[in-house]
Structures are given as structure tokens and as C-alpha cells.
């Protein structure tokens, strides 16, 4: 069973970079995509992007000049950067495996969660 | 600002049937993208509870039900329990000149 885990630093300042890593586990990192989701505190969720296994990448528009997503197979995993953080990045982020949309039916869901990291960007 | 909308909150007794609606547009949902379901428990990660418009992944309750028609979608809990109160999100694509995976404004469920 495939099972996901983030990792990474609870406090990062403004200005600086945010660094998050996802291993996955019980599986191997093809034939999906690969995704970052947050959730500022008492708020909905919202899709970052994905990277998926053959090289290809999407973002979310309004953050897409600040992220980048990124796989490394040789450790079974992803990682997500996000520059120039300011408070607005406040949330927990979710890594989750994506069904391409090609899939008929379930394409665009995200079938598989990591439990979640909490991010405060703070001085 | 999402662009999915679902009511802040609905609410019913034990037993009753509850349904949340997901209003969409002509960039997503109108335009054939389907629409999936997530569940999130106080504290917890979401989970897919209703992909492909209506289709439950493999361990979620028969009482869970979803259906779409034109620009909108709908989650249904008939017999409702004490363990259904939660978050429910909906969740297509949108294909606007900001195309992205998006999700509903999410939905608090409370069992009376």
C-alpha cells in the first residue's frame, strides 16, 4: 500500500525559501503525477502543482513564479521549493499522488495523501 | 478565490439525508471536467471519498453519493452519522486562462 510522508522545516522567515520533501512509500514513483496542496489555518485547500515521472511539470498559476516541484527517483521521492515566502505561505502542505487525466473517470484526483506539515513563515 | 462554490455549512439530524452542492462554470465543470469528492476529518489529510463524478473509491459507505448536471455537482449523505461531520471539498479542473486544478470553498457538516 502506497503511503506518502512529508518532511522539512516548521519555521522559515520571510524573504527566504521553503524546502518540503515527500517519500513515498509501498509503491515507486511512475505512471503518476506527483502533487503539493496547501491549506492555510482555518481555510480551503488549494493545488500547487505536479511533477510527473517522464520529466513534465504543471503549476498554479498565481504561484507559478515561485515554485518549483522536482523528483528524485533514485530515493523515491519529491520535493517542493517555493521562493520569497511571506506570511501568506502560512499552512499545512500535503503532498499527494495525482490519477493523470487521461484516466478515464477518476483522471485529476488525488487518491493518496501524506498526513501533512505545518509552515509558519515568521521573523 | 476559489471558483468552485459550495455552501459554508449544512447540518441534519442522525439519520437524515444531507447534500452539498459544488456550483461551477463553463471553464470547468460546464465543460465536461469531472468532478471528485474529498472528506476531511477534524485534524486530518483529506480523503477521496467520491471520484469521477460518482464513483467510490474501494471501503467508502454506499450512503455516499454524488451526481453532476450542466455547470454543477452534488455530494449526498443519506443516513447520516456521527462520524460524517466534517470538511467535504469539491475538486475539478478549470480550463480559464489560469488553468489549474481547483477545489471548492469546502463545506462544514454537522450532525445534530
Known amino acids: 500500500q502506497v503511503q506518502l510522508q512529508e518532511s522539512g522545516p516548521g519555521l522559515v522567515k520571510p524573504s527566504e525559501t521553503l524546502s518540503l520533501t515527500c517519500t513515498v512509500s509501498g509503491g515507486f514513483i511512475s505512471s503518476y503525477f506527483w502533487s503539493w496542496i496547501r491549506q492555510p489555518p482555518g481555510k480551503g485547500l488549494e493545488w500547487i502543482g505536479y511533477f510527473y515521472h517522464s520529466g513534465g511539470s504543471s503549476y498554479n498559476p498565481s504561484l507559478k513564479s515561485r515554485v518549483t516541484i522536482s523528483i528524485d527517483t533514485s530515493k523515491n521521492q519529491f520535493s517542493l521549493r517555493l521562493t520569497s515566502v511571506t506570511a501568506a505561505d502560512t499552512a499545512v502542505y500535503y503532498c499527494?499522488?495525482?490519477?493523470?487525466?487521461?484516466?478515464?473517470?477518476?483522471?485529476?484526483?488525488?487518491?493518496?495523501w501524506g498526513q501533512g506539515t505545518t509552515v509558519t513563515v515568521s521573523s | 478565490q476559489s471558483v468552485l462554490t459550495q455552501p459554508p455549512s449544512v447540518s441534519g439530524a442522525p439519520g437524515q439525508r444531507v447534500t452539498i452542492s459544488c456550483t461551477g462554470s463553463s471553464s470547468n465543470i460546464g465543460a465536461g471536467y469531472v468532478v471528485h469528492w474529498y472528506q476531511q476529518l477534524p485534524g486530518t489529510a483529506p480523503k477521496l471519498l467520491i471520484s469521477g463524478n460518482t464513483n467510490r473509491p474501494s471501503g467508502v459507505p454506499d450512503r455516499f453519493s454524488g451526481s453532476k448536471s450542466g455547470t454543477s455537482a452534488s455530494l449526498a449523505i443519506t443516513g447520516l452519522q456521527a462520524e460524517d461531520e466534517a470538511d467535504y471539498y469539491c475538486q475539478s479542473y478549470d480550463s480559464s486562462l489560469s488553468a489549474s486544478y481547483v477545489f471548492g470553498t469546502g463545506t462544514k457538516v454537522t450532525v445534530l
Open positions: 499527494a499522488r495525482q490519477i493523470p487525466m487521461i484516466v478515464p473517470r477518476t483522471g485529476g484526483a488525488f487518491d493518496i
